[in-house]
């Protein structure tokens, strides 16, 4: 799906329904909502951070728009 799609009743109802699901700043949110607002690099900075050993940054801490 895409960013606008999500805002549909549609797309409502497929969010609703999904069950797979990755952890962003501490909140559940499903692979299409990853992959249609681009928090799949917020992740995966993550994920490098992480195994770094470094801490989060400021940026990847504040909630997506």
């Given amino acids: 799906m895409s960013a606008p799609e999500l805002d549909t009743p549609l797309g409502q109802e497929r969010l609703a329904q999904c069950v797979f699901h990755l952890s962003i700043n501490g909140e559940r949110r499903s692979m299409c909502e990853v992959n249609a607002l681009g ?21 990847l801490q504040a909630s997506p728009a």
């Fill in 39 to 59: 928090l799949r690099e917020v992740y995966y900075a993550q994920l490098s951070r992480r195994g770094s050993g470094k801490p989060d940054d400021a940026r």
